[in-house]
């Protein structure tokens, strides 16, 4: 703790503290009765104790507040704050005193000095104050590089450095799933669902101010993490919306391309930029931080050259009734197709119809829709399959199979 | 260690990757999801699949491994059956480039311990050139790091595997029907369901500062590859700086940030059991020696029959006679005779048969009632019902407690005298000992309202002692008096004031849960005649059950604080079914059952309190502040007080929002019952404390200042704006504010919290803040008993 045990005698001193939030002094509640043998002395200390609540003595949590006791951790996202002080313990007067505090990160020095003028005379068990705040952008080592110059009244300028070092760590631990949902049968493009899982990876509760998905210009994002109950929303991870250390919370999301960009099925394709999550969250009396990720990125659901989607199936049929299906072929390819349709009847599946029909030429993002009978011999959840779809340009057959079930019952008698 | 557990891991992941592969591959599903997936992250800490077969971190290679699995049920129509191939030869070289790695790491490792040192050379040769030395320093730690990371990455190879064995059952059962199914059509034929069974397909995530943007791309890709990183919590200072540091002539520089603090938690005062004090032996000490070597009889003359070999009950009255007499069988061996006139007047009278007899009354049946479990309360009835004599009650199921550590006796304040302002100031220090007071529970009260709860604890041992359960008497048969038990309550409730937690629990051991048949008045029919309930007092059963949460057992307390509360309930209801409190069926008059539900509601509110108390030491917010809710039911006068602290609660978990409207309860629960003036200093500290959470250090001041001008006393509004004017950068002020306080009214002031406050900021003002804070030290000598908690002054 001793600054001068450099050679040279300083005359001034720089002591350094990080501003972390105070905290609340808890105290020990011991008690009891009126009959007791201390009788009423332990609650006599008790209400002494200036560090209780009046009037409920019982309860821990005080309202004193404590200067933080030590450095603690810091978290990216969170702000850096420190307090420095340069005293004068000598018995001279200190000219010319010029503190500087910079912040040397992997990356950069940045310089975090409110001012950078020569404070012009320093007297005796006198201080220079400065409180730096820094939002810490980077993980891992920092160093606090205080500079002190200064010239004695003998004219002797006279320099000292100190350095602090800390390291920053990562808060949290995000992890994301997209899930490709295909409701809407009528087209290519369809919503997107985000799950976020966000884990607490520091040693105190955390509350989780703002999680938001900021979409890319593609998108439009419903947040689905609370519940419609009335006027008002009720999240859906109870009422108190913070996270233990090491808990994880999962947050979802859906996303909707916008029709601008709906209607060109082809653009959505490949690797899309999604969006980013915005972090917000708070821990001891407000202590805030922020954090963004990265841009998230998923692959469109390939569907190959061709996309065969059901527009109406029944969900469920008579046993060896014939029964009407209507698929939709689009072209996904970047050329003209010339499509023949096979159908081949497997154990259970039997098509009506003539196979090998012609179905004439698709251009490219064209679709067409393909009415289809066809009936089925086996009771039970039955799997339609035995599709082909034959492409004459470049003799390129595409089987689909498991395309999708019906149930299938014995008619009443 | 590390090499140890890997290959032990391996065979699991062969097993498995071996299984799933060949299930997986044939389906077309394996590459572009796989892709779709990994290409979320930006940072370049996953490959792309084409180009990963060896080169790479064997962990990305895994993770696709995890995604490929994931990925049967994503769905893909391009056939490509050259794949499969393709990855089943990168399994193999996975495994080859595991080991690789590993042995790669450890060579990493040694080779940085010689760059560090070369580091520091090389910055001493440009001392002088100033900007460079912290860039040098950073490169160094930067390998530093990468070391590290890989290290990680090991680490999260481990957790691959693990998840793969989680998973293969599930990825087996749902694959092996599909093992045919080529193209898919995707629509309906494999919905989401499987997806949803597969519980991992997580992307770790790249998260940054949202204004993190001026780095380098090669930085960023750092940033990515630490992201994935699950760090470590706690700083650890590489060993290259802290030389750094060292060489060049700083102390640990961490220590300059005051983080050598130790946590309230550690404010626990050694003490010694059975330590020796350099002082002369006390006459305790030759008590207990003395008492230790008496016979057995002269132990079970002193009080009721109690064990197996204890006389009929017939005989107790006997015994009951004699026992004025039994002091001075201890006394004989005493060297002070004059303690033990008094000793003997604390246990005479209140135990004389015929004067309990007489006592018994309505206010003994109120507070002693209690609910013995159903065996006790059956060896109880027979003991009470046939006269039968109580010996044959197992000596395991009753209770022998001895001291077990017999000086505690010692002044922390005087022993930092003597260290800093020397022998001859230590001599001012005056406080009353044990031996300076009357032996009984008067001189047991002075010790305590003077805060010399050091040496009450020695006179509660000497008392006890006298009562035959010194020092080593533990586990040795003896008998229970009202009197006795209260003492040993003192001494355990001053031991947990001391924080000695450790020797609390080891006294409290053999009371067991405080259950036992001797520990009821009606074991002793002939001591207490028609005398009923629990001898223990409730704020002993309290105490009981609240010590395991201060040694991180809150659950072992919560537990015995439900014990309690059920407790207190089941004797409500009794008193609400006309019953008395044990559900015995006397008639109360109304007065007295008033009086009795009154204290009941009391003890089970003061119980809730201790759950609620012990909950927030285990972080459950939830339950702590449900609770806290539940007790303004039972303590209506105390709602601004318990919503305030909820408030308090939410702001300590930085949910501002919920606090304020907390605080706005308050506000409207102070208006209903009109204005008084501590309601209002309440509301102001309220919003003093919201606007600290806003980090507006300003308003929170002068709402601070505020409290002070209806209330310039208050200690709390003192404190916390002195607190906010250092958080302003006003140090010399903050300072002057607290000294004067401590000057002015040391009676309120020398409290640790302040005190603490006050050390801290003399650290950070200047380098001669051992002198301050000696003359703190002097102030503390002067008024506070020997159970000052030195830590405060941080001397040492």
């Known amino acids: 703790m001793d600054v001068n045990q450099t050679k040279q005698e300083h005359l001034l001193a720089l002591k350094v503290m990080r501003l972390t939030k105070p905290t609340l002094f808890t105290n020990l509640p011991v008690t009891c009765e009126d009959r007791d043998l201390p009788g009423d002395l332990f609650c006599q200390l008790m209400r002494d104790d200036p560090s209780t609540i009046r009037g409920a003595e019982t309860l821990m949590l005080g309202e004193m507040l404590t200067l933080p ?65 820094h939002e810490v952008k980077e993980i891992g080592t920092h160093i606090l590089v205080c500079a002190v110059s200064y010239t004695t009244q003998y004219g002797e300028k006279l320099y000292f450095r100190k350095f602090f070092k800390f390291q920053v760590l990562k808060p949290l631990d995000v992890k994301t799933k997209f899930y490709n949902a295909e409701s809407d049968l009528s087209s290519v493009t369809d919503e997107v669902f985000l799950e976020a899982q966000i884990q607490n990876i520091t040693t105190s509760p955390m509350f989780m101010e703002k999680v938001s998905l900021e979409p890319s210009i593609m998108y439009n994002v419903t947040e689905l993490n609370s519940v419609v109950n009335g006027d008002q929303g009720e999240s859906t991870f109870g009422k108190m919306s913070y996270l233990q250390p090491m808990d994880t919370r999962q947050y979802l999301y859906c996303l909707k391309p916008k029709p601008e960009y709906a ?28 954090l963004q990720t990265s841009q998230l990125q998923r692959m469109a659901p390939g569907y190959g050259d061709i996309r065969l989607s059901m527009e109406m199936i029944p969900d469920t049929v008579n046993l060896e009734e014939p029964f009407d299906i209507i698929c939709k072929v689009t072209n996904c390819s970047e050329r003209t197709m010339d499509l023949v349709l096979e159908v081949c009847n497997t154990r259970t599946i039997h098509w009506c119809g003539i196979s090998g029909r012609q179905l004439g030429k698709l251009s490219p993002g064209a679709s067409l829709s393909l009415p289809l009978t066809l009936l089925t011999s086996a009771q039970g959840l039955q799997s339609i399959s035995g599709l082909r779809l034959t492409d004459t340009f470049l003799k390129r057959t595409y089987e689909y199979d498991d395309m999708a079930q019906v149930c299938v019952v014995c008619p009443s008698v | 260690m590390d090499s140890g557990e890997i290959p032990a891991e391996r065979p699991v992941t062969l097993d498995i990757t071996v299984e799933d592969v060949p299930k997986e591959a044939p389906g077309p599903a394996s590459s572009q999801p796989s892709s779709s997936q990994e290409s979320i992250d930006l940072g370049g800490d996953f490959i792309s699949p084409q180009d990963d077969s060896s080169a790479t971190r064997s962990e990305s290679i895994l993770d696709k491994l995890n995604d490929q699995m994931m990925e049967s049920v994503m769905i893909s129509d391009s056939p490509n059956n050259s794949e499969e191939e393709e990855d089943v030869a990168a399994m193999d070289s996975i495994l080859d480039a595991e080991e690789g790695e590993y042995v790669c790491n450890k060579e990493e490792q040694a080779e940085i311990g010689q760059n560090t040192k070369e580091i520091i050379v090389s910055f001493e040769d440009q001392h002088s050139a100033e900007g460079m030395v912290a860039e040098e320093l950073m490169k160094d730690t930067d390998r530093q790091r990468d070391d590290s990371d890989s290290k990680f990455t090991e680490a ?75 760090s470590p919590l706690i700083c650890q200072p590489s060993p290259s700086l802290s030389k750094f540091f060292s060489d060049n002539g700083h102390t640990n520089p961490a220590s300059d940030f005051f983080d050598s603090f130790t946590t309230p938690s550690s404010f626990i005062s050694v003490s010694n059991p059975n330590a020796e004090l350099p002082s002369s032996p006390t006459p305790e000490r030759q008590l207990s020696t003395s008492s230790s070597i008496s016979t057995p009889g002269a132990v079970l003359d002193f009080g009721t029959p109690t064990s197996v070999f204890a006389p009929a009950p017939m005989d107790s009255s006997k015994t009951q006679s004699t026992a004025p007499q039994t002091p001075p069988v201890v006394a004989n061996s005493a060297t002070q005779p004059q303690p033990f006139n008094q000793l003997q007047a604390v246990f005479s009278g209140s135990d004389d048969p015929f ?76 406080v009353l000992t044990a031996n300076s007071v009357e032996q009984s529970f008067t001189g047991l009260k002075q010790l305590i309202s003077t805060k010399n709860w050091r040496a009450a604890v020695d006179l509660t041992g000497r008392l006890l002692t006298a009562h035959g ?54 074991y002793y029919p002939n001591v207490y005649p028609g005398r009923r309930g629990s001898m223990v007092p409730f704020s002993m059963r309290l105490l009981h059950a609240e010590l395991p949460q201060y040694l991180a057992k809150p659950q072992e307390a919560l537990d015995r604080l439900h014990n309690l509360r059920t407790g207190c309930l089941a004797i409500l209801e009794n008193l609400e079914k006309g019953l008395a409190e044990d559900g015995s069926m006397i008639t109360l008059t109304q ?10 509601k009391s003890r089970l509110s ?79 500290m309220n919003r003093a404390f919201v606007y600290l959470s806003q980090n507006n250090y300003t308003e929170a001041h002068s709402s601070f200042t505020e409290v002070l001008k209806t209330d310039p006393k208050n200690p709390v509004a003192n404190n916390n704006a002195a607190v906010c004017l250092l958080y302003l950068g006003r140090l010399k002020e ?63």
């Open chain 1, 69 to 133: 006791q030590n450095f603690g951790n810091i978290f990216l996202g969170e702000t850096f704050s420190s307090y420095i002080s340069v005293h004068n313990d000598s018995s001279q007067v200190v000219k010319d005193i010029l503190v500087k505090a910079d912040l040397q990160t992997s990356s950069q020095r940045l310089n975090l000095s409110a001012s950078n003028t020569a404070v012009a005379e320093l007297r005796p068990e006198c201080c220079i104050d400065d409180v730096i705040h």
């Open chain 2, 469 to 522: 359960q010194g020092y080593g008497k533990a586990g040795q048969a003896t008998s229970h008096t009202t009197d006795s038990l209260q003492l040993w309550f003192v001494r355990l409730a001053l031991l947990t004031k001391l924080n000695l937690f450790q020797n609390a629990e080891l006294e409290f051991e053999p009371f067991g849960n405080l259950d036992q048949p001797d520990l009821y008045y009606e």
């Open chain 2, 606 to 684: 003061r119980v809730m309190y201790s759950m609620a108390n012990c909950l927030l030491l285990m972080k459950d917010y939830i339950l702590a502040v449900e609770t806290y809710q539940s007790i303004i039911q039972y303590e209506p006068r105390q709602r601004v007080q318990l919503l305030s602290a909820i408030g308090r609660i939410f702001l300590q978990i930085g949910d501002v929002k919920t606090a304020e409207s907390y605080f706005q309860d308050v506000e409207d629960a102070c208006q209903m019952k009109g204005s008084q003036p501590s309601d209002s200093t309440c509301m102001v």
């Open chain 2, 156 to 230: 999260d190879t481990e957790e691959a595997f693990e998840e793969n064995t989680m998973h293969e059952p599930v990825e087996a059962t749902l694959s092996s029907p599909k093992e045919e199914s080529i193209p898919v059509c995707t629509i309906f034929s494999q919905g989401p369901q499987p997806k949803a069974l597969v519980p991992d397909g997580f992307q770790p995530t790249l998260i940054k500062s949202p204004s993190f943007g001026m780095m380098s791309a090669g930085v960023s890709d750092e940033a990515v590859i630490t992201s994935k990183l699950h």
């Open chain 2, 355 to 430: 004067a309990t007899a007489l006592s018994l009354s309505e206010v003994d049946r109120r507070h002693d009632a209690w609910l013995p479990s159903e065996e006790i309360r059956k060896v109880l009835i027979s003991v009470a019902t046939q006269q039968f004599s109580p010996a044959y009650v197992e000596t395991s199921r009753l209770t022998m407690p001895g001291l077990k550590f017999d000086n505690l006796q010692g002044d922390a304040v005087k022993d930092l005298m003597v260290r800093f302002l020397g022998e001859q100031a230590a001599v001012k220090r005056q």
């Open chain 1, 263 to 290: 209607e060109k099925a082809g653009v959505i394709k490949g690797v899309t930029v999604i969006g980013k999550l915005d972090i917000v969250w708070k821990t001891n009396l407000g202590e805030r931080g922020r």
């Open chain 2, 734 to 796: 903050s300072l002057g504010q607290l000294e004067g306080l401590v000057q002015q009214n040391p009676a309120q002031y020398l409290h640790e919290s302040v005190l603490f406050n006050l050390t801290t900021m003399y650290e950070l003002e200047s380098s001669r803040s051992n002198q301050k804070k000696q003359a703190l030290l002097e102030a503390v000598a002067g008024r506070e008993g020997d159970s000052f908690n030195t830590q405060c002054l941080k001397l040492v």
């Open chain 2, 591 to 600: 007065e007295n059952r008033q009086a009795s539900l009154k204290l009941w």
